[in-house]
């Protein structure tokens, strides 16, 4: 059974920093690419950063310079820095593999005073 499962959501003054966790396990095919993607309410999902099997990353710009992706086997990461209101919504964990692609069911990130 394949699970993406994320961690490390919450609530945070602005300012502050989070850095959440996705584990993917039952995963069929090669892993190509990991990313983070985020849906504010009222909005579309949109791509925040992404990581290829070689390590190669890609940012929104809107948070380039305060964001760090990073992966370890099955492990993708989100370190997030100085966060702004504007970056509460939900992030969504994604793998992609030579078979399929695949979504965590997302973790709530609320930046407010």
């Known amino acids: 059974q394949v699970q993406l499962v994320e961690s490390g959501g919450g609530l945070v003054q602005p300012g502050g920093s989070l850095r959440l966790s996705c584990a993917a396990s039952?995963?069929?095919?090669?892993?190509?690419?990991m990313g983070w993607f985020r849906q504010a309410p009222g909005k579309q999902r949109e791509l925040v950063a992404t990581i290829t099997a070689g390590d190669s990353t890609n940012y929104v710009d809107s948070v380039k310079g305060r964001f760090t992706i990073s992966r370890d086997n099955a492990m993708v990461y989100l370190q997030m820095n100085s966060l702004k209101p504007e970056d509460t919504a939900v992030y969504y964990c994604?793998?992609?593999?030579?078979?399929?692609?695949?979504w965590g069911q997302g973790t709530q990130v609320t930046v407010s005073s």
């Open positions: 039952g995963i069929i095919g090669s892993i190509q690419v």
């Open positions: 994604s793998v992609v593999t030579t078979r399929s692609n695949y």
